[in-house]
């Protein structure tokens, strides 16, 4: 009876495919012999779907009498992303002590007029399937819920309550300040230095000044932080014209709706004063370095020890945002890309760009060599970090000089075509993504009132040509450097000589000369 079956199973293999493409092998299976680049015979001929490049939504924005705006982009699905953007960071901290902002992220969505404790207002969240989440940066502070759309004026007015209402209460000042210090060790103890290397080339780029001032709380602001110091930053900063209600997966009139009845008529808890210390200041790049000598030899967490490494980040003044060069920089990040020498994955994970091919195929004893860019709504600053072994840092520096030096050169037609479309790709791919949507309507509007939509974006990165790269780079290089040292630095050259090495034809630190005694 089995071979009976066995043997009808053989023939309708040979009907269907013919008897060359059939083979018996002497495990007894047989397999059809079909190339993967034709098409199955038999299968109907698959019928895709058309994509025209647009949104299929628009963007809509509305301006409340207060001055609050709202955004919302409606997305196909069960759940949307609702939350506050606010223009306040830590760059708004110039006349109050620094860390204010790391304290209001730490105090975000704990007791406010309505919720007795941030256990209540999960629990309120867990009933629509939702969770909450404050992020702060240099330049935003943004409050986000994900839950279910059907619960959005739940969703609506928690956030009113979280931003306008919340009681900072003396016991959960005293907790933060707890997990701020926590998270001050955790920070110079982590084997992965890039946040630390950020802080320190923002402090060497922009020195004492807007963008420059610290992101993280300093330990010795952590006692001078309190309810008073709070209250007075909250009037000046989080007052409704510097505020996006930012809906993506909802109608609009629902969150105009929503945002009249819990954000149009609200007294915030510290007042409702016209703010007096607005801080303005426009971004000064400066230049400069900034050093720290630390034991890097015992970073690991694991069995496997981690080679004892030195971190050198070098950066050069970008654009903002804002500017119509923004484009052409982002382009030529993408274009120097680069990752970890330990990196897999092959060219969408950039093996191709010039970091991978110049840096780390070329220098094995380098670890990593990363292209990192910046951007505010006053300046930028694209930067190139990279680690080694105590011993070669100058070796290493010289190498990432030289490769900002030839950022000015031509660049190949296949290079710049294979970075537009990997920008491209990976703006897509992202904005996929309900969260990025969010967050990505939300600055835009709060820092131009307006929204450029993918395909507009997309254009505008088919449109950069190779003269455009060139020009950025030319103007970049007249900046002076900005310099960030972490881990053994016996070896690191004067700031002078880095200096030098950006402003000669090819890169190259001046040689040092030694006299024999």
């Not at 619960?151 to 306008?164: E, M, Q």
């Not at 209460?169 to 950020?198: G, S, Y």
Request: proline share 5%; aromatic share 8%.
């Amino acid at each position: 009876m089995a071979t009976h079956v066995s043997r009808s199973r053989s023939w309708r293999c040979v009907q269907r495919f013919g008897i060359a493409a059939y083979r018996k092998y002497s495990s007894g299976g047989s397999y059809p012999n079909v190339s993967l680049s034709s098409p199955l015979p038999g299968i109907p001929k698959p019928v895709f779907a058309s994509v025209d490049g647009q949104e299929k939504y628009e963007t809509k924005i509305t301006t409340l009498e207060n001055g609050l705006k709202v955004a919302s982009q409606n997305k196909f699905g069960q759940f949307c992303t609702v939350g506050i953007l606010v223009n306040s960071g830590s760059r708004h901290e110039a006349k109050y002590p620094s860390g204010i902002a790391h304290f209001i992220e730490k105090l975000a969505f704990c007791s406010t007029a309505q919720y007795r404790s941030k256990d209540e207002i999960l629990l309120a969240l867990e009933k629509h399937g939702g969770i909450c989440d404050c992020q702060t940066s240099r330049d935003t502070t943004m409050y986000a819920v994900s839950a279910e759309v059907k619960g959005l004026d739940t969703v609506v007015n928690l956030l009113s309550d979280a931003v306008l209402q919340p009681r900072l209460l003396d016991e959960e000042i005293e907790m933060t300040k707890m997990a701020v210090r926590f998270e001050l060790e955790d920070l110079n103890m982590r084997p992965d230095p890039e946040p630390l290397l950020t802080e320190m080339i923002h402090a060497a780029a922009y020195r004492g000044n807007t963008v420059g001032l610290p992101r993280f709380c300093p330990v010795d602001s952590v006692d001078k932080i309190d309810k008073g110091t709070l209250h007075s930053y909250l009037r000046n900063y989080f007052c409704p014209e510097r505020m996006v209600l930012a809906g993506v997966g909802i109608e609009h009139d629902q969150l105009l709706e929503c945002a009249r009845k819990y954000l149009l008529n609200v007294k915030p808890v510290w007042g409702t004063s016209s703010p007096a210390n607005v801080d303005l200041s426009v971004a000064q790049y400066t230049g400069g370095i900034v050093k720290m000598e630390k034991d890097m030899s015992d970073v690991s967490l694991c069995p496997t020890p981690i080679p004892e490494l030195t971190h050198i980040m070098i950066g050069l003044e970008s654009c903002s945002f804002l500017e119509d060069d923004f484009i052409p920089f982002a382009v030529l990040n993408m274009m120097m890309g680069g990752g970890g020498s330990f990196s897999a994955g092959g060219p969408g994970k950039g093996m191709f760009t010039r970091l991978y091919l110049n840096v780390l195929n070329r220098h094995h004893w380098m670890y990593n060599a990363t292209a990192y860019h910046h951007s505010y709504e006053d300046s930028g600053l694209l930067c190139i970090h990279a680690s080694s072994d105590p011993r070669q840092v100058r070796e290493m520096v010289e190498i990432i000089t030289r490769e900002f030096i030839q950022m000015a050169g031509t660049a190949g037609e296949m290079e710049l075509e294979r970075a537009k479309t990997q920008l491209k790709s990976m703006l897509m791919m992202n904005l996929e993504s309900r969260p990025v949507i969010f967050e990505d309507v939300g600055r835009q509007v709060l820092s131009t009132g307006r929204r450029k939509l993918p395909h507009e974006l997309c254009d505008l990165i088919s449109s950069v040509t190779s003269s455009d790269i060139k020009r950025v780079t030319t103007k970049m290089l007249r900046s002076k450097p900005a310099v960030a040292a972490l881990g053994n630095l016996t070896e690191l050259p004067s700031y002078e000589h880095i200096q030098a090495a950006l402003s000669s034809k090819d890169g190259r630190l001046p040689r040092m000369h030694h006299r024999f005694q």
